[in-house]
């Protein structure tokens, strides 16, 4: 339980600095930091409620004792008085919601034990000498708290000393109110302090929300104009980076925000944040895939260009091998001639015994073009 203060310190302190590589680890030790002050709760629960019962019991012994006072069992009253005021000195604290309640019926029942039963005077007066001294003790000690710094611990050690107040017993009637005055002015003064360092440290963490909240805003006006489709280039991206690391260096300077607010307003940092990176990621992730689309088309013309030149290349090399022949155009050129030998035979046919002589040319001359066209396109194939 000493420690939460600190483990809540780290908790924020972790999840603030952005480190994800260990969260498992982290999210396990406090697990069984949670287990472990469950335990402890539970144990401190168990040992305030067995504490409180044997408090109960020493009030009603205390109770029947006032109630029952005679002059008869003053020495036997007043050891046994002692008795159970020593035992209470004993035992542990009770539930805070119960604190307050027994300490003032003890306190009650010590006073009206002292102020009815008709003891000895020397030995009461004993009793209320020990008590001005222990509480006199304590007032110097609250007094002395003042110069301490730490109001944190000021405060904390000032608890300590109530409680020791609260278990010594009552001094001389005629000095009670006094004592119990000087004791409470040095523990206003401890309180105003812890009072003022606290509503100090709710301001500072008011305007560090608003800090946090104008780096948010900053960080939104950056990314708008982009997501409205401002064209960006990857020296404008750069720019935006420097501006983003420079907020984030500055959100890494501020302390805490309030509590109720704390994670809620790193959570709206860290997904701004997050919306500027993924944006610009897939910003440069589709300038890649360009660059690579315009390498392949680059890689693609040049294959095509090295194709035509082969093509190219491997014409002239036919060219060569067939006298300089176009095999391609002289088959389009045989083509066209069995064309027109063919239209040609029909304007002739059976017409005069001369125009079939010239029919009976015309079909040999066609049966060679085909002839010598079934060759060329042979050629043509091999070629291929």
């Known amino acids: 339980m000493a420690i939460k203060d600190q483990v809540d310190h780290l ?7 952005e480190s994800e590589e260990f969260e498992e680890d982290f999210k396990e030790l406090l697990a069984q930091y949670k287990a472990k002050r ?43 008085m002692r008795e159970l005021q020593a035992e209470w000195k004993t035992i542990g604290p009770v539930a805070p919601e119960k604190t307050q309640e027994i300490r003032k019926a003890y306190q009650q029942y010590q006073e009206q034990f002292y102020d009815l039963v008709k003891i000895n005077i020397e030995l009461r007066d004993l009793d209320f000498k020990k008590n001005l001294e222990l509480k006199t003790l304590l007032c110097e000690a609250a007094e002395r708290l003042q110069n301490n710094d730490n109001i944190v611990e000021a405060s904390r050690m000032l608890q300590q000393l109530h409680d020791e107040w609260a278990e010594i017993g009552p001094v001389a009637r005629e000095l009670r ?7 409470k002015a040095a523990s206003t003064v401890i309180n105003k302090k812890h009072q003022a360092y606290f509503e100090e440290l709710h301001r500072k963490e008011q305007e560090n929300l608003e800090r946090k909240q104008a780096i948010i805003d900053q960080l939104k006006a950056l990314l708008e104009p982009i997501i409205n489709g401002e064209p960006m280039t990857a020296k404008r991206w750069e720019e935006l980076t420097e501006q983003v690391q420079a907020l984030q260096a500055e959100w890494r ?11 809620a307003i790193y959570e709206a940092y860290r997904a701004e944040c997050d919306r500027f ?15 690579k689309l315009r390498e392949q088309r680059h890689k693609e013309y040049l294959e095509r260009q090295k194709a035509r030149e082969e093509r190219a290349k491997a014409r002239a090399e036919r060219l060569q091998a067939n006298g300089g022949v176009d095999l391609r155009k002289l088959r389009d050129r045989l083509i066209q001639e069995i064309k027109t030998a ?13 125009a079939n002589k010239i029919v009976e040319d015309m079909q040999k001359k066609i049966t060679e073009l085909k002839s010598r066209l079934q060759e060329i396109e042979q050629k043509m194939r091999e070629e291929e």
């Open 11 to 17: 908790k924020t302190r972790f999840y603030t600095e």
């Open 38 to 80: 469950a335990e402890v709760a539970a144990a401190q629960a168990k040992e305030q409620a067995d504490n409180l019962a044997r408090k109960t019991a020493i009030l009603e012994q205390m109770k029947s004792m006032v109630e029952g006072a005679n002059a008869d069992g003053v020495m036997a009253n007043l050891q046994r």
């Open 177 to 183: 109110e006094q004592l119990w005055e000087r004791f």
């Open 253 to 263: 300077k501020i302390g805490f925000a309030p509590k109720k607010h704390n994670q």
């Open 277 to 291: 990176f993924q944006t610009k990621a897939e910003f440069f992730r589709e300038l890649r895939e360009q660059r």
């Open 342 to 354: 063919e239209n040609n035979i029909l304007f002739f046919t059976g017409k005069s015994k001369t």
